[in-house]
């Protein structure tokens, strides 16, 4: 495997997933209680792909997952949520001890394997803040939908669990600023995603 190109650029930008205030605050509430700054939105570019923090990235497979926990160390340690019970140390030994430190990799590499919808959503809503504080930048999350196919759960309560969770990862990314990538099974989650995340930005008419 030949050494990946790396490129980190600030992009600053006028659009914000952060929550904007619904009505005009007055002078003296500014003063007493002063905005945080936004922070500043960098765009990571990988072999022509780019990533932009603050942001969800749908990537294409379990695969391109794993190779970005190796490939996006350069920014910081990596929060990976094995939401599709497909982490695999022997994968990144065969394919990047030409280029890296296995050892250090996957030391660097921090694992999260959740068994239910609820967990997904706990992890995402408390340990993968808690680690994206303490100064990790890259959130990996293969298979996300994964666990919203289990056998005996409600359509309706997946539909619900999943809208929730996927508010809550947005939230996160936005909140600390990082890189959060994730990868989908099928097609019904994705579509679910897109179509909410369409509708929250404005791309599309609600019904």
């Not at 980190?8 to 930008?13: A, D, L, N, R």
């Not at 932009?52 to 749908?58: R, V, Y």
């Not at 794993?66 to 939401?83: C, E, G, R, Y």
Request: aromatic share 8%; net charge negative; proline share 6%.
């Amino acid at each position: 495997m030949e050494q990946s190109q790396i490129v980190i650029v600030k992009t600053p930008s006028e659009d914000s997933n952060l929550d904007v205030p619904s009505s005009k605050p007055s002078a003296k509430s500014l003063l007493e209680n002063p905005s945080p700054q936004r922070p500043t939105p960098e765009t990571f570019i990988l072999e022509g792909q780019s990533f932009e923090s603050g942001k969800i990235t749908i990537v294409q497979g379990a695969t391109s997952c794993l190779d970005l926990s190796v490939q996006m160390q350069p920014l910081s340690k990596v929060l990976f949520i094995d939401a599709g019970n497909v982490f695999n140390p022997y994968y990144i030994h065969r394919n990047f001890r030409e280029i890296a430190d296995v050892k250090t990799a996957l030391e660097n590499i921090s694992v999260s394997r959740p068994f239910t919808i609820y967990q997904l959503r706990q992890i995402i809503e408390f340990e993968a803040e808690k680690q994206l504080q303490n100064g990790s930048r890259v959130l990996i999350i293969p298979c996300i939908d994964d666990p919203f196919y289990e056998d005996g759960l409600q359509v309706w309560e997946a539909n619900e669990v999943f809208l929730q969770t996927m508010e809550a990862l947005r939230k996160v990314a936005a909140k600390n600023n990082c890189f959060c990538l994730i990868s989908f099974v099928g097609k019904y989650f994705r579509k679910m995603h897109e179509e909410n995340a369409a509708l929250r930005d404005g791309a599309i008419a609600m019904p």
